[in-house]
């Protein structure tokens, strides 16, 4: 029979110590520690709690632990003197039926690698879904890693050690993250569709209205009409929308709720377009999460005291024309009209690809009547919120699977250029020059400490270019570029002045001149008090620590502001948080949580009604 926490949380210590056994290979000591802190509010606080013992122990405790375990399809497995937990888990992956090839390569990988770091390789083979990585996934992952500095490859192994003890622990509680794996699968089906040259590479690259966009689509239509949305369109310009209505005004708790007015709207989603060659979860998390909320409501024949409406962003990364947050700019009226003029990089106008789209015919005038009409009235909606993948190693390196998010941070990107005078570089004595990239070089460094200074501004020189240069020439010219982030626009002109005034002093100082070109400037989100207290309350309703932090990337959330309240919700990201690449992952468990939060945001909002709640 399948443990329960109850049984966890009233057995004596001893007792306790033995029901969850073989978690940490050879490593009682870790859920020795952990059950002290016992009751246990539920199995996800139990994890993070396990986790936590690891990581405030001593490095070399962590040292011992990463040890304890067998190496890949190493002596172990082929004397058979494994535990049954790992026995299981290198099965499932097909490591005990390499290939010789295989086999010899992993054995070459585990010497090379043990070489370098002084511990086994240690990696989750059952994988982020639970059901096994591919022996092809388990050697690229090794190859990859064995790059990795060792401070962060020690980080890595403890982080695939707390996978491996979470799966352990599913198994012993009986435990299957239903709708996470739902979730997990539609994204996977989602990443299918990948446009020519990308696809057949294995790439994921969806962009404005290309064949894959639209494929795309079409799919989550199809999705959200399976859930038991009661309409579901696409609109003027490619957004998927579906609503899930309220109960009926007329009803006792649909009055109360609205005090007697219609009932209004949750506004939720994210987008479904990614960069080149990105990952499968940025944005995507955030249109399947409430899409799994809307269809157990459905299920259990459920209406809330408002509607929820789902919208899938058909262009928030603006690769295909340079228009960041298209499909949110429509529902806050804020759609550029020349956006329909800019051409990409065949010469096919915005205009264009719409029409070819089927989105209206040939009428300019039409079009932008049509994108007009898609303005909300935040006079009829409760709010925004937006799950997503945190894009960042914050969660990641906290063992923390949710987060909120505290504010999306403003921003101010320029192109800039520095000049002084090419030389030569044989003679031309180092207090006599006017070299441009040294005083470029000189200003990233600035930037580092400067942004350090607030903890949590970010700074980055991205491009750093001396144009025609050569070995053997001081460089006369260098550009650059800058991207300034912070949670609060005061924050980000603070930084924005200093970091101008210091380019200033140091181009006097050495006689070079400078020029700046604003690109781009976003003005700070910081998340609504009601809803991000909301979210709080949802995350600790399942028993998790509260974290909270900026985020630094941009979101559909961002533009949403401008029309009404919003609040995010970020899930942990695998792989050190890696996003905006394929590496991009996160975990059925995680995703199981961000269900879990969603429905209880659902449940509190619907709690002035004194709805009963829902237990998804």
């Not at 408002?306 to 024309?321: H, K, N």
């Amino acid at each position: 029979m399948p443990l329960t926490l109850d049984q966890l949380n009233t057995a004596t210590q001893q007792e306790a110590l033995h029901l969850p056994d073989g978690l940490y290979e050879h490593s009682p000591w870790i859920t020795e520690a952990a059950l002290r802190q016992r009751p246990f509010q539920s199995l996800a606080q139990f994890k993070v709690l396990l986790t936590q013992v690891v990581s405030t122990a001593p490095r070399e405790a962590q040292l011992s632990l990463i040890r304890a375990h067998p190496e890949l399809a190493g002596k172990a497995m082929v004397s058979q003197s494994l535990t049954a937990e790992s026995t299981n888990e290198q099965a499932k992956a097909g490591l005990t039926n390499c290939s010789p090839a295989e086999f010899a390569k992993l054995q070459q990988l585990n010497a090379d690698y043990n070489a370098k770091f002084g511990w086994p390789f240690i990696l989750a083979v059952r994988g982020p879904r639970g059901t096994g990585l591919s022996r092809a996934e388990i050697i690229a992952t090794f190859e990859r890693r064995l790059r990795h500095h060792p401070d962060l490859e020690l980080q890595e192994c403890l982080r695939n050690i707390h996978r491996i003890a979470e799966i352990r622990l599913n198994d012993k509680f009986g435990i299957t993250p239903t709708l996470g794996n739902a979730v997990w699968d539609w994204q996977e089906q989602l990443a299918e569709f990948s446009e020519p040259g990308y696809k057949e590479n294995g790439q994921l690259t969806v962009t404005y209205l290309t064949d894959a966009h639209r494929a795309c689509a079409e799919r989550i239509r199809g999705w959200m009409l399976e859930s038991g949305f009661d309409t579901v369109a696409i609109d003027a310009v490619g957004n998927v929308v579906g609503r899930y209505e309220a109960l009926d005004k007329n009803s006792s708790i649909s009055a109360l709720f609205n005090k007697g007015q219609s009932p209004k709207t949750l506004l939720a989603g994210s987008h479904y377009d990614t960069v080149r060659n990105g990952g499968k979860y940025d944005g995507r998390l955030g249109i399947v999460v409430p899409m799994a909320c809307v269809r157990e409501l459905h299920r259990a024949g459920r209406r809330l005291p408002f509607a929820i409406e789902l919208v899938a962003f058909a262009e928030e990364e603006g690769q295909r024309f340079k228009a960041t947050f298209l499909g949110s700019s429509a529902l806050t009226g804020s759609f550029d009209p020349t956006w329909l003029d800019q051409l990409d990089i065949d010469g096919v106008s915005m205009l264009a690809t719409m029409q070819q789209a089927g989105l209206y015919g040939a009428d300019k005038n039409a079009a932008l009547q049509a994108i007009a009409s898609l303005k909300r009235d935040p006079a009829q909606y409760l709010g925004f919120v937006e799950v997503h993948i945190e894009q960042g190693p914050v969660l990641n390196a906290l063992n923390l699977p949710l987060g909120i998010v505290t504010a999306i941070n403003a921003s101010v990107r320029y192109l800039a250029e520095v000049t002084g005078v090419a030389s030569h570089a044989g003679t031309t004595p180092m207090d006599q020059r006017f070299d441009a990239a040294c005083a470029v070089a000189e200003l990233a460094l600035y930037l580092e400490q400067r942004a350090a200074q607030d903890g949590n501004s970010v700074a980055t020189m991205g491009q750093l270019n001396v144009p025609n240069g050569s070995i053997n020439v001081v460089p006369g010219r260098c550009t650059f570029s800058l991207d300034l982030r912070a949670p609060s626009d005061r924050q980000r002109d603070a930084l924005n002045a200093d970091v101008r005034a210091t380019l200033a002093q140091i181009c006097q100082r050495r006689g070079l001149q400078f020029s700046l070109q604003e690109t781009m400037r976003a003005s700070a989100a910081p998340s609504d008090a009601v809803w991000q207290q909301r979210w709080e309350s949802a995350v600790a309703a399942l028993g998790l620590p509260v974290h909270h932090l900026p985020s630094g990337a941009g979101h559909d959330a961002m533009k949403v502001h401008e029309l009404m309240p919003q609040a995010m919700l970020f899930v942990r990201g695998q792989n050190a948080g890696i996003s905006h690449n394929p590496l991009e992952s996160t975990t059925s468990d995680d995703m199981q949580l961000a269900v879990e939060a969603f429905s209880k945001l659902l449940e509190l909002v619907a709690g002035e009604a004194n709805l009963a709640p829902m237990n998804f």
